[in-house]
């Protein structure tokens, strides 16, 4: 096995993990893994841009933008970390721009911003524009820019690297092992600082907007240590995934004035939030398009509504939008200055994971107690920016702020750190047996089908709509699941660039994973943000104002413990639009 | 429906010699040929190898050679393509497995060309200006998904791997064209040497593979254009 | 992973010159047609060119166009080759200077062919 | 290798091909010319050796070479400089058409030099 060394490691270079890598390199010595070429990673697929309350278009204060996050969250957010995020998120708008990120501009020069959902102004009364934005490339402009800044600095990129399991010892955080993808061979990183930065998970879903890489590797990574997870029930559903892919029309679609339409024509947004219509929460649209699709008034009675741009003009989809003009052309066959696009909701993003501190440290106890020298961020992570619905633009913006502060947190704790300790095969052994009893696996069961079958049950009992009696069942259905992955053999016997066995260790990861959000959303009672219970509509502050914690025991049984959420601002009220 | 698939198969652990292998798949509505591909490892092969991750055409993982035109296999609808479709993995890289190829030397060259804003102090109150107009140079470089379907179309790289290549050339342009970059004559070393703009011949079957309908040829000719006004 | 950039070769001016060597073509190469094929009967003779190329006028315009011809044909095969001689350094000098060679070689017999000549 | 045919990659193959020629071309006249300076009778001696109808025709085609090439010189240099690389295609027919046209000319102008030996 060869060994690497360097101050700080950070798994995933996606925005979170190439903002770290690029503060940290300042004045460290980085390795950035990453499982996928950097720019390739699922960063670059975001649109619509990222809120900072610069007032560029119209007034605007961190203070609006705090409370919008809080309520949009339905007040399950920590709200000292969500100011972080608010206040930061100018600056580091700022400092991107300084570092190069072609945004678009007002005609004064200044950072355009647009509208988005969620977002207002005066505490929720009036309109505001937030998202700043790259025409809609937002994410693959800030992705290459990072990954550039990040070259620049120096860091050593570890391309195609599988992270498998993570080194921990007495609550010290060594190193890790990865899988080096072109070659099969396993490799030895230590390192005085790890940073996960792995980014989302929502591949355990039927239809989603994630790309295939999202398969939420950093989670079992962690639980498997005995970190816990942290609020895994709440998954965001996005109102406008196109239809049948599921591929993701993004928000800035209506957040330029695009309208909802069901099967008889009706703007049916008018029935679930009056005033702010197709531009409330994703959560609260998502619901009422499903309850449209579920009542039989889909299109033509079918499983998708019809989003309209037309009425906006052929200019100005094509100035403001043309990445979704030509995605809609290239996968749906539709000219969207002509047509409508055919939408449906789509598994898009995890609130919940692993539980960190405001300098993302992560939580040993999933309160105070940190793993010495680990780190996480973006959207693998919960500082619980997002609580229990996460805005649009917000993600990013939490995947740039908080990577930031890790960096530079990881810089400062490596100059004060001892040595990095270094490792040999005893600290190994044991994931380089776990990876190679995989590859020598000689069962029957197809990895395919195990896959289509937890994607399928996901969507099925832990979708938009939950039950007790559906979370049950799929509770139960994950024990099968897991029994039968066990005899899923490998056929291809080479080394190098062994894409099944890849693709079977992320399968392994999301059945870890996919259990505890299962537990997590049958323990929680009530509906709140992206969790609706139709057995319990409401929300109930009274017992469920509190984080869950799902640890997974030596036993491989999951116990469940929540902790309080920090509330230093805004009360919660009732969250209507 | 069903449709023939004739894939290019390398596996250097089993055999020196590349071969095609036909598949016959049934393709669903709306399937691109990344769903075919996905279709046939689970279901048929689970040996064949690709990279993929985005699967909308914006993460530049799946370039390949499909019926003889480079392209995006996650874009590609099947329906559009005719008779037996042969997949290929892109010329000019050398090819690790299947349809893998090595890309490290293209982004080594998308290195050479110092990627990032080279600019004075920028002011700390806020964002540096810039007009729509200015900003609008950018527009057709800053798109780039890094694909390699444009440096891997383009005879001048086959016969030298050591030319930048198209989409480092662009990436290039993608700095010079900005307003607020101050560092052309930074980048003239690497631009104006050997292996740098004088390797491109202006064939322009860049162009004609960028399958984000991008022009590297004219992001080359603006440079040479720059280089021009520096020099004389 | 080094890249090989060819440093200090540079490149832009003999860009440029073959681009102005090309424009120069044009004019000169016309001239030369006209007058050494349509002024004169179906046969290239001594007699019929003889007198013309004497004249200092001619000289001048025959030096230029060698001049011109040479640089722009030869620096065009140069160019060809370093297509190809990116990764082969020794190759790459033999060849140019081989080329040097036989561009001055062939400049030498076309001055001696031009300046002493009288009819 | 091969990628596929269209306007700027034959452009570029001609262009090549016939630069090459050419510059052959140019080195076998330089040393036929030189011959002028042999006197009347070396000259003609080697003159006569070479315009047989068979080596005229040869002219002919390398008249063709040098029109296409200089023809698409400008076009390179259009592109390069006047910012038509949207349109290369449009321009590459003007090539060959300005060069076939100028080529048609060359060859009526050439019968009778070569009818007549
Ligand atoms: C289609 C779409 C559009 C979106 N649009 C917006 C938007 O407009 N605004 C907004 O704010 N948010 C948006 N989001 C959400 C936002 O893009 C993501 O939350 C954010 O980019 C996550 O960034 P990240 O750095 O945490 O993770 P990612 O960008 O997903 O990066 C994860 C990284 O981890 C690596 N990795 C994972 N596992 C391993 C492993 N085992 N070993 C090694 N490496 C590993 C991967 O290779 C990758 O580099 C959108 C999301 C989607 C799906
Ligand atoms: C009016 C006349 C001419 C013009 C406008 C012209 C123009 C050009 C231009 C612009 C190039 C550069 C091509 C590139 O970089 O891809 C070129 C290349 C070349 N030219 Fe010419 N040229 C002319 C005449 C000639 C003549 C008479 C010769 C032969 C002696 C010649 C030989 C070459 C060669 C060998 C090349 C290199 C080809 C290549 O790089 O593929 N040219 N010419
Ligand atoms: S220019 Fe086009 S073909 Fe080339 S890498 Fe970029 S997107 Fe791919
Ligand atoms: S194909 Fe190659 S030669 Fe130039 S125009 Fe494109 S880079
Ligand atoms: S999978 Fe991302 S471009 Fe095809």
Partial sequence: ?577 | MERQFRIYRYNPEVSPTPSFKTYTVDVQPAWTVLDALNAIKWDQDGSLTFRRSCRHGICGSCGMKINGKNGLACEIQVESLKGVITVEPLHGFRILRDLVTDMDGFFAHIEAVKPWLIAGTPPTDGERLQSPEDRKQLDGLYECILCGACTSACPSYWVNDDFLGPAALLKAARYVMDTRDEGFAERVDVLDSRNGLWRCHTIFNCVEACPKSLNPTEAIVKLRQKLTALKI | MTVNRGHGSGGFWWWLMQRVTGILLFPVLLLHYVATHLQTSHFVEYDKIAARVATPTWKFLNIAFLTIVLFHGLYGLWNVLLDYLSKKPALRAVLFSLIVTIGLALYVLGLVTIIPFSA | MMYRWHPGYIAWLLNRVTGLAVTLYLGVHIWVIHHLGQGREGFDHVMKFIQSPVTMVFELLLIGAVLYHAINGVRIMLVEFAGVSRHQKAVFVGVLGVAGALFLAAIVVAIPHITAH
């Avoid at chain 1, 993302?360 to 780190?375: A, W």
């Avoid at chain 1, 509330?567 to 919660?572: A, D, G, K, S, T």
């Fill in chain 1, 1 to 577: 096995m060869e060994h690497h060394r360097h101050d700080v490691v950070v798994v995933g270079a996606g925005i979170a993990g190439l903002y770290a890598a690029m503060k940290a390199g300042e004045s460290a010595d980085v390795g950035v893994l990453s499982k996928v070429y950097p720019t390739r990673s699922h960063s670059g697929a975001a649109q619509g841009g990222s809120a900072a309350a610069l007032g560029n278009e119209g007034e605007d204060s961190w203070e609006y933008h705090l409370y919008d996050t809080v309520r949009g969250g339905d007040f399950l957010g920590d709200q000292d970390a969500q100011e972080l995020l608010v206040k930061e998120a100018i600056p580091v708008t700022y400092e991107m721009e300084h570092l190069g990120l072609p945004f678009s501009r007002t005609p004064e020069g200044k950072i355009a911003q647009r509208p988005f959902g969620g977002h207002f102004s005066k505490f929720g009364k009036g309109p505001v524009k937030r998202s700043c934005y790259v025409a809609d490339r937002s994410g693959h402009a800030q992705l290459h820019l990072l990954y550039e800044q990040s070259l620049k600095q120096g860091v050593r990129f570890y391309n195609e690297f599988l992270v498998t399991s993570l080194i921990i010892e007495g609550g010290v955080c060594r190193g890790l092992v990865a899988l080096e993808i072109r070659t099969g061979n396993l490799h030895a990183f230590w390192a005085r600082a790890v940073m996960l930065a792995t980014g989302g998970y929502a591949r355990a879903w039927r239809v989603t907007s994630n790309s295939h890489a999202n398969t939420g590797d950093g989670l079992p990574l962690v639980a498997k240590a005995g970190v816990p997870l942290e609020d895994m029930e709440f998954v965001q559903f996005h109102p406008t995934g196109l239809y049948p892919h599921g591929i993701l029309v993004s928000e800035a679609a209506r957040g330029e004035g695009g309208y909802l339409f069901n099967g008889e024509g009706v703007r049916f947004m008018e029935k679930y939030a009056a005033s702010k219509m197709e531009l409330a929460p994703r959560d609260v649209v998502s619901r009422a398009e499903q309850t449209e699709i579920d009542e039989g008034r889909g299109i033509d009675g079918g499983e998708y509504l019809n989003l309209d741009l037309t009425h906006l003009g052929a200019d100005a989809i094509l100035e403001r939008l043309p990445q979704i003009h030509e995605l809609v052309v290239k996968f749906a066959a539709v000219d969207c200055t002509k047509k409508p696009i055919p939408i449906q909701p789509t598994a898009h993003y995890s609130m919940g994971g692993i539980p960190t501190d405001l300098d993302t440290r992560v939580l040993l106890d999933g309160k105070k107690q940190v793993v010495e020298g680990l780190y996480a961020s973006g959207e693998c992570a919960c500082v619980s920016n997002h609580g229990a619905n996460r805005l649009g633009t917000n993600s990013t913006m939490e995947a740039a702020v908080f990577g930031r502060r890790g960096g530079i947190a990881m810089a400062k704790f490596v100059r004060g750190a001892g040595p990095i300790l270094p490792g040999d095969e005893r600290d190994t052994a044991a994931a380089e047996e776990e990876i190679e009893a995989l590859r020598s696996r000689t069962g029957r069961e197809s990895a395919k089908v195990i896959r289509a079958e937890l994607q399928a049950s996901m969507t099925e009992n832990v979708g938009i709509f939950r039950t007790a009696e559906k979370l049950q069942k799929q509770v139960k259905f994950m024990q099968t699941l897991k029994e039968r992955f066990k005899e899923v053999g490998v056929s291809d016997g080479s080394r190098a660039f062994n894409t099944e066995l890849t693709e079977l260790i992320e399968l392994g990861g999301m059945l870890d994973f996919s259990e505890i959000i299962s537990v997590s959303a049958l323990a929680r009672q009530e509906s709140r943000g992206a969790h609706s219970r139709k057995d319990y509509p409401k929300r109930d502050d009274v017992q469920w104002l509190r984080h869950t914690l799902a640890f997974r025991e030596a036993d491989g049984s999951i116990r469940l413990d929540y902790k309080p959420v920090v509330i230093n601002r805004f009360q919660p009220e009732e969250r209507k639009y």
